[in-house]
């Protein structure tokens, strides 16, 4: 089953815009990823922000993360029609030795020119 | 640095036929996991290997599927016979060992049952 919701779970902006995609999942997390999945490049790691941290940068990403709420948000800055792509978020379970994935559906961006 | 490499990157087969899937990681990634992604949907986790032993097989539909890395490098998912609910791409991905580091996915495998 998929641990991840992620909201919405379509956007559309305008390039130069910033766009904020959330992610919630259900149990507790060792630590939560960003995906990005476009017919070009397939899916491709964004970021990893551990569960002991709480905001994480990386160009013109931003992650945050809440355990509290257990939900965290990917903002992605001054857009660009390359952007266009779905994300996902996806968490790794906190205890045992398997570290397999567990993605939300996904949030489809789409850039306008 | 090559990517992980899939093959083959199309397959359209009938329901009850059998297919295979093939998989050759990252050089030196001891980790490997197949994962299923149906349409609209983020990938699922099948199975993880490190190296050739088998740490994770919980979601894998072990009735029709099987997978193996014999020699801890490459990988075969096969599913028999095949049922139309197995239409998906199958995604190969590896890794250093650790939950920490980032998983390289290949291009996958778009399988279609009629």
């Known amino acids: 089953s998929q641990q991840g919701e992620e909201d919405p779970q379509a956007l559309s902006i305008q390039e130069g815009e910033n766009a904020t995609m959330n992610c919630s999942y259900k149990?507790?997390?060792?630590?939560l990823q960003w995906y990005r999945q476009n017919s070009g490049r397939g899916l491709v790691h964004l970021i990893l922000i551990r569960s002991n941290e709480r905001e994480k940068h990386s160009g013109r990403l931003r992650v945050t993360l809440d355990t509290s709420k257990k939900s965290s948000s990917l903002l992605i800055t001054a857009s660009r029609a390359a952007d266009t792509a779905s994300y996902f978020c996806a968490t790794i379970h906190s205890g045992g030795g398997a570290d397999g994935l567990t993605f939300g559906k996904g949030t489809h961006l789409i850039i306008q020119p | 640095e090559a990517g992980v490499a899939q093959s083959p990157r199309y397959k359209i087969i009938e329901k009850r036929q059998s297919v295979a899937f093939w998989c050759n990681p990252i050089s030196g990634h001891a980790t490997l996991y197949w994962y299923q992604q149906i349409l609209g949907q983020g990938p699922k986790l099948l199975i993880q290997?490190?190296?050739?032993?088998?740490?994770?097989d919980s979601q894998l539909p072990k009735d029709r599927f099987s997978a193996e890395r014999l020699k801890g490098v490459d990988s075969t998912l096969k599913i028999q016979p095949a049922k139309l609910e197995d239409s998906a791409v199958y995604l190969c991905?590896?890794?250093?060992?650790?939950?920490?580091?980032?998983?390289?996915f290949g291009p996958g495998t778009r399988l279609t049952v009629l």
């Open positions: 991905a590896s890794t250093l060992p650790g939950s920490y580091n980032e998983q390289f």
């Open positions: 149990t507790s997390i060792n630590n």
């Open positions: 290997f490190q190296n050739n032993g088998v740490v994770d």
